[in-house]
Each structure stands twice: as C-alpha cells, then as structure tokens.
C-alpha cells in the first residue's frame, strides 16, 4: 500500500473549518483513500472514503486532487469534539485481507 | 454503540496470570483483526482473521495467542506478559470484497504489573 504524508499537528478555531491535507504521491490508480480519527484512548472511527470523486457525507468532505497525489479533508464546521488524530491511509479495497496501516496521522486541536 | 464490543475495558494483571481479552461484532463481518497500540505510537496490526482462518501473523510474540471460534467472536489469550505490553488493544471487523473500511471496538487498556 502507498504510504501518506500528514503534518503532525494542526490548530482550528472552534466554529470555523478545518482542512487537513494529506500527500499520497505513490497512490496507485486502485487505492481508495481513507480518513479515520481517534479521540484520545479510544478506537478509531471512519470518516470518508474515496477514489477520484470528491466525497462528501454528514461528518466531513474529501477532496482528491485531480492526479490523486494528495487529498484534504474539510470538518466544515470544527467544535471542541473534533479534537482527535486523524489518519489518511490509501489502500486498495475489495480484498479480503488487504491491511489498514495507521501512521502517525495529524492530532487536530479545536480552540474554543 | 459501534457494533463491535469490546470486554474487559480496563485489566491489570501480573506477569504470570493468564487473562482473555474478548471482542464481539454484530455486524455480519467476516473479517476480524487485533491491534496494540502503546502510549505515543501508531497502532500496530498483530492479527487478521478472515473467515474464521488466521491470515496473518506480524511476528507477535507466543505469549499473545488469538482464537476465533466463529465470525462474530475473537479472543486475544494473553500469558506470561511483560510490563512493555501494557498497552491499548483494539478488535476491528470488515466486510470482505466491500470497500467500506474497518469498525472499531472501543479497546481494552491492559496494564501489565
């Protein structure tokens, strides 16, 4: 699986958005990408998934560069619950075992 | 409630009690895998099941010994543990041949006295 980039840490003002950039410059053209988060100590949640298309669900928006080499997620509106580590991770999907490898993702911080 | 549950939350043991750690999907995955993740590190895959059969072993250590009796159960059997593998251990269920990523239980924080 292609590996990602992300800076290690970002601030956000509460109530404002908050865009979280992601580098994946060996993404194969079968590799989603995906964004996960984890709030301090518990298991990770799934946010978004996408392929080329822009994607957009009730958490959050993923915009794909147009040569898929890097994507940025949008929290459109940050509050202080969004304070976690969010992780990007490419990999091919639709196979059985096909891992999901976390790296050190990005601890956003929401300021009130 | 993420659809995969997770028991105990919280367990101390000694080095040499033997302890299991459970996790239940009710999802209908039929893929279920163990993660540790220590203070400050990213998580760490330790085991994929797929269909009930170990697929994947990334080099954990024997005293770590993983059962899955059928797809809705899996059971991390923990042995003679040291002090370094306290740590949180998270259970995650996927569906094969669908592109919709992992569900996460909440963990177990396992401290190893």
């Known amino acids: 699986d292609a590996k990602t980039t992300q800076p290690p840490s970002m601030d956000c003002a509460e109530g404002r958005a908050a865009n979280l950039p992601c580098n994946h410059s060996?993404?194969?053209?079968?590799?989603?990408v995906y964004w996960y988060r984890q709030i301090h100590s518990q298991g990770p949640q799934y946010i978004i998934h996408g392929l080329k298309n822009n994607e957009t669900n009730e958490m959050a928006s993923l915009i794909i560069t147009e040569d898929r080499k890097s994507s940025t997620l949008i929290l459109p509106h940050a509050t202080l619950r969004d304070t976690a580590v969010y992780y990007c991770?490419?990999?091919?999907?639709?196979?059985?075992?096909?891992?999901?490898?976390f790296g050190t993702g990005t601890l956003l911080a929401v300021q009130p | 409630e993420t659809g995969v549950t997770q028991t105990p939350r919280h367990l101390v043991m000694g080095m040499t009690n033997k302890k299991s750690l459970k996790c239940e999907q009710h999802?209908?995955?039929?893929?279920m895998y163990w993660y540790k993740q220590s203070a400050k590190k990213p998580l760490e895959l330790m085991f994929v099941y797929s269909l009930e059969e170990r697929v994947e072993n990334n080099s954990v250590p024997s005293r770590f010994s993983p059962e899955c009796p059928n797809s809705s159960h899996l059971f991390l059997h923990l042995h003679t543990l040291q002090p370094e593998d306290s740590a949180l251990y998270l259970c995650?269920?996927?569906?094969?041949?669908?592109?919709?990523?992992?569900?996460f239980g909440s963990g177990t924080r396992l401290t190893v006295v």
């Open positions: 995650a269920s996927s569906q094969r041949s669908q592109e919709y990523g992992y569900t």
């Open positions: 999802l209908g995955h039929n893929a």
């Open positions: 991770i490419v990999r091919v999907a639709r196979r059985a075992t096909n891992k999901l490898i």
């Open positions: 060996t993404i194969s053209g079968n590799e989603y």
